[in-house]
């Protein structure tokens, strides 16, 4: 038997001619499995056991190419952290070890909140599921203020960045500005300042890419051996578009154009390409566009949502199938509604995640050649710090809709808000904040626990008796 090719040695600047490396194929797919089991806490903790696994323990890549990585996923619309672990398992074993471990990622996390969506739409009513997602709400609700404090610590680094954050945040939440709007200015006004006045945009101190461990195996100074090309390009477009189109061309016709599962298959295709910054972000655009737009579910279940995919592995633009399983279920068209529920909850998961895996596949060979590139930098810092406005966006609209039972819409010209009836506010979910973000900030519990701790605390107050809905 012949044995594999050494790895490419560091500073030659070619990689082996096969594109193979030392890693297994199958202790990779063993490795990916055991990552999608800890992905819980959001992408920061997501991106984190990637790293510990990946680059300190395994040494499969260095700490250089995985910010790499993680930098060109952070510029794409979608899940950051699975299309790293999808660009990751590209640089160990070309497509197959992208598409194994991005799917991988995702799997779990649907097949938990499949069952939960489940066990929502049949046992949602009761006075103990309802006291459960009435104590996990006001968690998700100090969760996504601990994310806007995260993500701003290590955004927000110089003026012009906060001033782009607090400018997205009241294009959002006083003019009503479309959300793709928002992101693409933030990353013309980052690569323009980039460009022309780059010392506004202070980078962040370079500790992180100190790298001392032993060699890895793919090294960092070392071009992986998929170079781009039109015809590589042209036919990973082709699959791409075919894999992401005939679903829903399915779907249309055999429910209708019209249909719901349709409608829903259109809508988070659309969403797939223009949801830049992660989830959070994403979710901004998605509660405003199901609730208010489609109505396939109120804003608390949209809550109620995040707090599930919240508490199961995988990405949180998993709650995505949550939304289409409950509108679906309610409006099944000629379908069982459990059976639509369940294919729009995969048809949903599909067309959000076939993006991912494309624009990854399509531009990872170009961007191994793109490393250090500042323009593409620069975009990216404009479009991070517009998140802090983003995710500050979401968490207002969670706030009104958890801690009070009713709100409306004031208008002053141009300016629209949504402000809370006061006098309909829920104490039980006002107590409930203050103690996730006490389990948070002060005592500094995992996203997980606190979120456990919370629903136990929700299901104690409804079975003693006290108002939780």
């Not at 040695?9 to 990779?28: I, K, L, W």
């Not at 619309?77 to 991005?102: D, S």
């Not at 399983?325 to 949903?348: E, I, M, N, Q």
């Amino acid at each position: 038997m012949t044995p594999d090719p050494a790895p490419p040695r560091p500073g030659t600047g070619t990689a082996d001619p096969t594109g193979r490396t030392t890693v297994p194929f199958r202790a990779a797919v063993k490795a990916w499995f055991l990552i999608s089991l800890q992905t819980f806490g959001g992408p920061a903790g997501q991106i984190a056991v990637m790293q510990r696994s990946l680059v300190e323990e395994r040494r499969w890549i260095g700490q250089r190419r995985f910010l790499h990585a993680m930098n060109y996923c952070m510029l794409l619309p979608g899940p950051e952290a699975q299309q790293l672990a999808t660009y990751t398992g590209w640089l160990l074993h070309g497509t197959r070890g992208g598409l194994v471990a991005g799917g991988l990622f995702v799997l779990p996390g649907l097949l938990a909140l499949l069952a939960l969506s489940a066990v929502y739409v049949a046992f949602g009513t009761t006075t103990a599921v309802l006291a459960l997602f009435a104590g996990l709400a006001p968690a998700v609700l100090a969760v996504v203020v601990q994310a806007v404090t995260r993500v701003g610590k290590k955004a927000l680094t110089s003026p012009a960045l906060v001033a782009v954050a607090v400018a997205a945040f009241l294009a959002l939440t006083l003019f009503g500005v479309p959300f793709p709007v928002v992101v693409a200015v933030a990353g013309l006004a980052g690569w323009a300042v980039g460009r022309y006045r780059p010392g506004m945009l202070r980078q962040r101190p370079g500790a992180a890419d100190v790298d001392d461990g032993p060699p890895p195996v793919v090294p960092d100074d070392v071009l992986h051996a998929e170079a781009p090309s039109a015809g590589r390009t042209l036919r990973t477009l082709a699959v791409g578009l075919v894999a992401w189109g005939v679903p829903i061309g399915l779907v249309a016709v055999l429910t209708g154009a019209h249909s719901t599962l349709t409608e829903q298959g259109l809508f988070f295709s659309g969403a797939a390409v223009v949801t830049f910054g992660g989830a959070y972000a994403v979710l901004a655009y998605v509660a405003q566009q199901a609730v208010a737009v489609y109505g396939w579910l109120s804003p608390g279940e949209m809550v109620r949502g995040l707090a599930l995919a919240e508490s199961t592995p995988g990405p949180l633009i998993m709650v995505v199938q949550f939304v289409a399983f409950l509108g679906a279920h309610r409006a099944p068209g000629d379908l069982d509604p459990w059976v639509a529920a369940v294919l729009a909850s995969l048809l949903v998961t599909w067309v959000t995640f076939v993006p991912s895996f494309l624009f990854v596949l399509l531009g990872a060979p170009y961007m191994e050649r793109l490393r250090g590139n500042r323009s593409l930098s620069a975009a990216l810092t404009g479009i991070t710090a517009a998140v802090v406005g983003v995710i500050a966006n979401l968490g207002v609209y969670f706030a009104v809709h958890t801690l009070f039972a009713e709100s409306g819409r004031a208008a002053w010209g141009p300016v629209a808000l949504e402000l809370p009836d006061v006098t309909t506010l829920r104490p039980v979910a006002a107590v409930l904040t203050v103690v996730a973000a006490v389990l948070l900030f002060k005592v500094k519990l995992s996203v997980l626990t606190t979120l456990g701790v919370c629903a136990l605390l929700g299901l104690a107050a409804g079975l003693a008796g006290l108002p939780v809905a």
